[in-house]
């Protein structure tokens, strides 16, 4: 027999019927999966409720592989941009070869508060988008340039920045 869906997540499936976007519940499970055309990079959601802790977890993804060389400055320059973040936090799935930005809250009720849910998404992609560029210099530097890259002041770059959704994209 299978397990029926949470009210969280199908709270959740509702936040996101309700703003136009497709999801999918994986059976069996508080999952709900997504995917989001960004302005720098596609963007796969899991969307996962923990209905015991009355949490909600959403991780964006996006494919990106890391040559050997690059990889520590890669991490350094995810850790220095989770230092710049008030929610969520960047990794990078070695096995998988995925870019991986993560946002939690913990709420009061059954039923997710819709508002709190839409940030989350939005935070989860823009976060996760915003990163990309970055992530793609280091990658295309050569190896003997990589001790002279700058990755704080990379990071402080805005030219490279997705335009601000309502002003210009909706995801």
């Not at 990379?154 to 994209?169: A, C, H, K």
Request: aromatic share 8%; charged share 30%.
């Amino acid at each position: 027999m299978k397990r029926p869906h949470s009210r969280q997540i199908l709270s959740v499936e509702e936040v996101f019927g309700k703003n136009g976007w497709h999801g999918e519940l994986v059976e069996g499970r508080d999952v709900l999966r997504a995917g989001f055309e960004a302005h720098h990079t596609r963007v796969d959601l899991v969307v996962q409720a923990f209905p015991e802790l009355n949490a909600l977890s959403i991780v964006g993804e996006s494919m990106m592989f890391i040559a050997e060389p690059q990889m520590p400055a890669v991490l350094e320059l995810l850790m220095r941009g989770n230092k710049q973040l008030t929610l969520g936090s960047f990794e990078y799935d070695m096995d998988r070869e995925m870019l991986v930005f993560r946002v939690t809250n913990l709420f009061e009720r059954e039923r997710y508060d819709a508002d709190i849910v839409v940030s989350m998404v939005h935070c989860a992609i823009a976060e996760l988008d915003r990163i990309v560029p970055y992530v793609s210099v280091v990658r295309g530097t050569a190896v003997d340039l990589l001790p002279d890259l700058d990755l704080e002041r990379l990071l402080e770059r805005d030219d490279m920045l997705p335009p601000v959704p309502g002003e210009e994209e909706e995801y």
